[in-house]
């Protein structure tokens, strides 16, 4: 009976220890999840992803989990838009759609899944309109199989009510063609639902007598559009609510009245809200003919809101492609080469790139060597990569062999790794690697090898390991190379421990080691750490074997302890 006590009197007090520590594990993890939110307000993005990491690592049934998964995406992705390198651009906003990822498989009922789904659909469309369209698979799904706010926030990206550069992502919908799908019935019946099917938009809730107003005006343009007509003019030119002109705009701008394109105009040069100039620049620009042509240059020389003049180049980019004025192609041409605002200048190059059937290879390759802003430069070189044209590619070759600049480098480098995955594409970058001294440059060509699934990309990143002389570049071969799990690159990189006095290429080795994971890479570990007189380094190996819970990691780490 006596032992049956004292075993319940231990069993509480284990029982009440382990809540305290739990308490106090818990406690620590809101110290910490609250200092990354701090940093998150604060904009200092690079150390709240440090924070957002270690309490993930350090508190992994944490209650704060989850809420630490969605703002570490977050906080990368936020982070990933003030990168100066192309590359590391997306290579974090790839990490942060990753993370997003995770949570939304892993954390079904998170509070924060709503917004992981729609953060998910902003960074896969910024990677798709990057040229990586294997990302398009986000927003096509959400259009495919979910219900309310995020398939109508993916719809209004791509339908270019909210980003104008996604309209081509209409071909997803199917019964939608491209840019002509504005004009079709199937495409304005969708753009209706955007407008008057009401709901939330951004999260927040819409004014219920709008929506019934929105709905009853565009019942009314569909049975009598003389009635309804110049009540939705009046509304344009005089209600208070922003909302219901911009929408007024929209049921407006299906009219064929000569009135509308004045209309459109007036409230595109004098509307007091940005949003409602924007939408009728946009439906101004949709009309294709030659009034609003006249109406859309005299617009864009009038104005100096970037966001408007965005705008308006939009509405030149789709004349330019679809309408036999030349007035657009070469207003477009005009402000790529000549604009002192960078962001119309990269607006204009853009779309220049994406305009099939004309001489953009040329235009684009000459406005690059009369000599632009770096941030212009590399809007050049993402554009020439997406004309997948030989000139254009040769271009960005010379660029990566003879710009003095290393970012532009670097950029020109990872985009010709995106343009030409062949033979050719990869003997390119070797010959670049060859004949480059800037350990900046091979960083991004050892990343470009890396992508390439090729053996002679493998060979090249092993040939970096063994022969390089630039101790930064082999470390960089190293991490790549490990991630490739084979025997072959256990053996190399072995050889070259056994060999070498360099620390930092020892740890990248022991990192590689570690993240093979092989029975052969754990062997291969202990034989190290058997042999490794440096005290920190065997300290290093030690902590790899005891994450593994390997047997035989076990049994040498037991030896050590006797």
């Not at 005089?238 to 909302?243: F, G, L, N, Y």
């Not at 790549?480 to 360099?502: E, N, P």
Request: glycine share 4%; net charge negative.
């Amino acid at each position: 009976m006596k032992t049956k006590k004292m075993t319940a009197v231990i069993l509480a007090v284990s029982l009440f220890c382990g809540g305290i520590l739990l308490a106090q594990k818990e406690d620590k993890a809101k110290e910490m999840y609250e200092t990354a939110r701090k940093l998150v307000y604060e904009k200092n993005y690079e150390q709240a992803i440090n924070w957002y990491k270690k309490l993930m690592q350090e508190y992994a049934q944490s209650a704060y989990v989850d809420d630490s998964m969605y703002w570490l995406a977050y906080a990368q992705y936020m982070y990933s838009r003030n990168l100066d390198s192309m590359e590391i651009q997306l290579r974090e906003k790839e990490r942060a759609l990753q993370q997003l990822n995770n949570l939304i498989k892993s954390h079904e009922e998170s509070k924060w899944i709503d917004d992981a789904k729609q953060l998910r659909i902003e960074i896969a469309e910024d990677l798709v309109q990057k040229g990586l369209e294997n990302y398009r698979v986000f927003i096509n799904g959400s259009l495919m199989g979910l219900e309310g706010l995020e398939s109508l926030e993916a719809l209004q990206g791509l339908a270019g009510l909210e980003g104008l550069e996604g309209l081509e992502g209409l071909e997803a919908l199917g019964s939608l063609k491209g840019l002509e799908a504005l004009e079709s019935l199937d495409a304005a019946a969708v753009l209706d639902n955007l407008y008057v099917l009401g709901g939330e938009k951004h999260g927040e809730e819409e004014d219920p007598e709008i929506q019934l107003k929105l709905v009853a005006l565009n019942a009314l343009m569909n049975m009598d559009e003389e009635k309804a007509f110049p009540i939705l003019v009046k509304i344009v030119q005089e209600d208070e609510s922003p909302k219901l002109r911009e929408q007024a705009i929209f049921i407006l701008s299906r009219s064929k009245k000569s009135e509308v394109i004045p209309l459109l105009v007036e409230r595109a040069t004098t509307d007091p809200e940005t949003k409602v100039r924007e939408q009728a620049v946009f439906w101004l620009g949709q009309r294709k003919s030659k009034e609003s042509m006249d109406a859309i240059l005299k617009i864009y020389d009038s104005q100096t809101d970037t966001k408007i003049k965005e705008q308006v180049i939009f509405a030149l980019a789709q004349h330019a492609k679809s309408s036999n004025d030349d007035r657009a192609w070469k207003k477009l041409i005009a402000i790529a080469e000549t604009d002192k605002d960078i962001k119309a200048q990269e607006q204009a190059i853009f779309w220049i790139g994406q305009t099939k059937g004309k001489s953009s290879p040329e235009i684009l390759i000459d406005i690059y060597d009369k000599g632009v802003p770096r941030k212009v430069k590399e809007q050049l070189i993402y554009s020439l990569s997406q004309t997948k044209n030989d000139a254009a590619y040769d271009k960005l070759v010379q660029i990566a062999k003879e710009d003095p600049d290393v970012k532009t480098k670097e950029t020109a480098i990872f985009w010709i790794g995106q343009m030409r995955k062949d033979e050719r594409g990869l003997e390119t970058l070797i010959d670049i690697y060859n004949t480059s001294s800037s350990t900046k440059v091979k960083e991004s060509l050892i990343h470009a090898f890396s992508q390439n699934k090729s053996t002679k990309a493998k060979d090249k990143l092993l040939d970096i390991v063994k022969n390089d002389t630039d101790e930064k570049a082999r470390e960089q071969a190293i991490f790549w190379i490990g991630q490739v799990k084979s025997d072959k690159t256990l053996d190399v990189l072995g050889d070259i421990y056994a060999k070498t006095d360099s620390k930092k290429v020892k740890e990248q080795i022991i990192h590689a080691y570690a993240q093979n994971k092989s029975k052969k890479a754990i062997l291969g570990l202990i034989e190290m750490a058997k042999g490794e007189k440096d005290f920190e380094m065997k300290k290093s190996i030690i902590f790899w074997l005891g994450q593994s819970k390997d047997e035989a990691a076990i049994k040498y780490l037991t030896e050590i302890l006797k």
